[in-house]
Each structure stands twice: as structure tokens, then as C-alpha cells.
């Protein structure tokens, strides 16, 4: 039987190409994926720093999930900082950071690594496991770590 679940991808602009490959990830694990991710794909056009703000947080506060791509440049973006501090506000959801192939674990924001609920590896099990409830806290290799490690090439 499927679950259907209301995710919110947050990603920075050059990890866009993995938005699909995620949600590809619980299909094949039994989700109903309904999406409200902004991508390049389907702009908004909308210039007004604060409007854009405002309906990040409309589509935050929809999703019952929050997934963070954890790449290269995550720790960097204020806009991403932004989004997980507004899921960590907006009602009950689960905040999930994602490890993206070639990241390490100093890729991995503080404020993720402050609010989230699992972070897990690129690995379809352990995503839909934490979908599901469990507390897992990987490091980019799928092994236990604390809220704070030494940088490991996955």
C-alpha cells in the first residue's frame, strides 16, 4: 500500500538535478509524492526578496517533510539557512537532511545539523526509513555520528 506524503525539497541551484532523482527514490519505495520544491524549471519571476520569502514559507508550511540536500555549497546559502529555520516554525514536520554523492559531512550546514530530525546518506532505505519516523543520524557514509564530525569523502 503507497503512503502519500507533501515534501518540500530545499537544495541549492546546481543540486537541482537530484529534486528528481529524491522523489524518484520514494516512488520506487511505495510513496505518493506530492512536491511544492521551487525548480528552475517552473520560476516564479518574483524579484521582491520578502515575497519570495513569503511563499517559500506557504509552500514549507504545506509540506509535511522538509528534505535538505546536503552538497557542496549547502552550508553557503542563507536562503537554504532560511528555509529550515522556517520548517523548524511552521507546524509538525519532519526535517530531513540528505547527503548528496561527493558530499562530505563538513557540507553539512549548522542549522540543519541544529534542527533536523534525521540526516541520512544518498540511500533510498534509510530516506524512507526516516520518512517513516526513525531517528537516524548518519554521517555521508551511512555510518552512526554525532551532531558534529571530522570531514569524510563519500
Not at 12 to 25: C, H, I, N, P, R
Not at 44 to 65: C, F, H, M, P, V
Not at 97 to 115: A, E, K, Q, R
Amino acid at each position: 500500500m503507497s503512503k502519500m506524503i507533501n515534501v518540500f525539497i530545499s537544495h541549492a541551484g546546481e543540486d537541482e538535478k537530484y529534486v528528481e532523482k529524491v522523489k524518484e527514490m520514494l516512488v520506487n519505495r511505495k510513496f505518493v509524492v506530492r512536491d511544492s520544491s521551487v525548480v528552475e524549471s517552473e520560476p516564479n519571476k518574483a524579484k521582491n526578496e520578502d515575497y519570495i520569502k513569503s511563499l517559500l514559507r506557504d509552500k514549507i508550511a504545506w509540506a509535511g517533510e522538509v528534505i535538505v540536500l546536503i552538497g557542496k555549497n549547502t552550508q553557503n546559502s542563507e536562503w537554504i539557512k532560511g528555509e529550515i529555520e522556517v520548517a523548524d516554525r511552521v507546524g509538525d514536520k519532519r526535517i530531513i537532511g540528505v547527503f548528496l554523492p561527493g558530499s562530505t559531512n563538513s557540507d553539512l550546514p549548522d542549522t540543519l545539523n541544529n534542527y533536523a530530525d534525521a540526516i541520512v546518506p544518498w540511500d533510498a532505505n534509510k530516506l524512507s526509513a526516516a520518512i517513516d519516523g526513525e531517528m537516524i543520524w548518519n554521517d555521508c557514509d551511512g555510518n552512526d555520528r554525532q551532531r558534529s564530525g571530522d570531514p569524510v569523502t563519500c
